[in-house]
């Protein structure tokens, strides 16, 4: 199993920019899909997540200004970032719960860095 993270890069404060995250391989069933972040000098912080019926949360950080969503039968989760700010400047992980022979595991992506500047 694997996940590939694209869509990141250069975007400019109050500016957008979507990122997806792909799952594939001998996948039985996909959970919950989350983004995470890491700034330099700071600990990895949950962004956002959603489960497999769509309920989402959010941290309180990007709550309004991001959104996140998920195509089931492409195995694909999405991180639709708006009104952007450099606080937003970090490498963005994707994180599965993936049902794989007989268990569940949590996979990750490689990471896509979002730097924010002007």
């Known amino acids: 199993v694997q996940l590939q993270a694209s869509g990141g890069g250069l975007g400019r404060p109050g500016g957008s920019l979507r990122l997806s995250c792909a799952a594939s391989g001998s996948i039985t069933s996909i959970g919950a899909m989350r983004w995470y972040r890491q700034a330099p000098g700071k600990q990895r912080e949950l962004v956002a997540a959603?489960?497999?019926?769509?309920?989402?949360n959010f941290a309180d950080s990007v709550k309004g200004r991001f959104t996140i969503s998920r195509d089931n039968a492409n195995n694909t989760v999405y991180l639709q970032m708006n009104s952007l700010t450099p606080e937003d400047t970090a490498i963005y992980l994707c994180?599965?719960?993936?049902?794989?022979?007989?268990?569940?595991?949590?996979?990750w992506g490689q990471g896509t860095q979002v730097t924010v500047s002007s």
């Open positions: 959603i489960t497999r019926g769509a309920y989402t």
């Open positions: 994180n599965a719960d993936v049902y794989y022979d007989r268990r569940w595991r949590a996979y």
